[in-house]
């Protein structure tokens, strides 16, 4: 108490009166030399804590990075080795139970993928709908109409797109199949007429072509009553008997439109919880090389599976529009085939020409010879300047490794491996590219 009140008197002094200041000073020497003292030695002890818990924090990290982390990188890659060699072992059994849970998991595969093509359309609704409700109703309200009238919009254009296509497409194809069915042998004759005119008065040429038409009306005869008949029974029958397997695919249509609905309203809550999980995982830059290469990935199937479903569209109208101005018979048949096919990039074209050509051939050479140069002559359209149009340099793959692509992924999965695979190894195409741009920077490689 004494030092403090020396203190305070010490400083209430006027500036002026030397002597008081000196009288407190010496009073005061020991006391500000034990404090002084005190602060060297709290500085002192700080800085050795501050030495030490830096020691420590460098040799954590040592040991992290010396034995730590390679030991949980071993551990992973043993438990991976185990994993892949479980699923090869015992394959079967994994088939069987993916299988299951992708029947469990289909009315939401369903609706990913509807709610995937339907996401643009749902875009392109609400943008209208946010500008004609501008100024008219307040924001807030403006933006929850818009979102559920566009959702509401989308799924109805579906459906009355697939309504419409199913109840104009599929009787004309089902009434061409069965009249080509009543017609076959007589369109057979009428070949073979053809083929006779041609060969002229050559009568060994005439009998080995009749020999040829009659032993084929035979064995196609044989095959329509013991083989096709039988197998179309045998068809209906399994149909009647799997009512259960349409209700469940009934039921899985209609809980995937649900499931659509619900991820074409929450889309954008989505979108930002998967940044917030990307950026606590991986951080902020990481995250954002990732957003960027999914953000390409969308982009690139989006843009290419969007495209060839209208250019397909279109070249179907065409073929279709065309065959009726020259009344070529089986058009919507014919027409459904040129325009389901042309969504398969590359084969598309030749896979649907060549059983229309023989559809034709069945009316006459000479009709599948004009309608072979009208599919020629729509695919250099298409090629040339529709589909450039449309879709453009999406892909950015060159034509080895479309054929690649297209060979590959049809040969694993079938047709819908032959629509995707192209944008799925044009996404591999450049992360592989990316990766060897970044390789060659690092090793100061110009390239």
């Not at 009344?327 to 398969?344: D, E």
Request: proline residues 3%; charged residues 20%; glycine residues 8%.
């Amino acid at each position: 108490m004494k030092c403090e009140l020396y203190v305070y008197f010490f400083l209430s002094l006027p500036h002026g009166d030397e002597g008081c200041i000196g009288f407190a000073v010496r009073l005061n020497q020991g006391f500000l030399r034990k404090l002084f003292g005190l602060v060297e030695k709290y500085d002192r002890i700080k800085a050795k804590a501050l030495l030490s818990l830096g020691g420590d924090v460098r040799m954590k990290r040592e040991t992290k990075e010396k034995y730590i982390y390679p030991a949980v990188l071993k551990g992973c890659v043993v438990v991976a080795g185990v994993i892949v060699f479980f699923i090869i072992y015992r394959f079967d059994q994994v088939e069987q139970a993916a299988g299951r849970l992708l029947d469990i998991l289909m009315p939401f595969v369903y609706g990913g993928v509807l709610a995937y093509l339907l996401r643009p359309v749902c875009a392109f609704l609400e943008r209208g709908l946010l500008r004609c409700m501008e100024g008219r109703v307040r924001q807030n309200l403006a933006r929850k109409l818009a979102g559920g009238l566009s959702i509401a919009g989308s799924l109805t254009f579906f459906l009355v797109l697939t309504y419409t296509l199913l109840a104009l497409v599929l009787p004309q194809v089902l009434e061409s199949l069965v009249y080509v069915a009543k017609m076959l042998p007589e369109l057979l004759n009428r070949a073979t007429l053809w083929t006779e005119e041609l060969v002229g008065d050559d009568v060994s040429k005439q009998e080995m072509i009749e020999n040829l038409s009659s032993m084929l009306s035979i064995n196609l005869m044989d095959w329509v009553t013991s083989d096709f008949m039988p197998d179309v029974q045998m068809i209906l029958a399994e149909l009647s008997s799997r009512v259960w397997n349409i209700f469940i695919l009934a039921k899985n249509i209609l809980i995937g439109l649900v499931v659509c609905a619900y991820l074409l309203s929450g889309r954008r809550r989505m979108k930002k919880q998967g940044k917030l999980i990307l950026l606590g995982v991986f951080g902020k830059e990481w995250s954002d090389k990732i957003l960027e290469e999914l953000r390409f990935v969308d982009s690139m199937f989006v843009g290419f599976i969007n495209g060839k479903l209208i250019d397909s569209l279109i070249i179907g109208v065409l073929c279709f529009a065309v065959m009726n101005v020259f009344n070529w018979p089986l058009a919507v048949l014919v027409s459904t085939i040129i325009g389901v096919t042309n969504i398969i990039p590359f084969f598309g074209p030749f896979i649907g020409a060549v059983p229309s050509a023989l559809l034709m051939l069945i009316y006459g050479p000479w009709q599948m010879i004009y309608f072979l140069v009208f599919v020629l002559i729509l695919q250099q359209f298409d090629g040339n300047i529709l589909g450039p149009k449309i879709l453009g340099n999406t892909t950015g793959l060159q034509s080895f490794w479309v054929l690649f692509s297209i060979t590959l992924f049809g040969g694993l999965f079938g047709l819908a491996g032959m629509v995707v695979g192209v944008p799925f190894f044009a996404v591999l195409y450049d992360l592989i590219k990316k990766l060897v741009i970044w390789a060659l920077k690092k090793r100061k490689i110009d390239v």
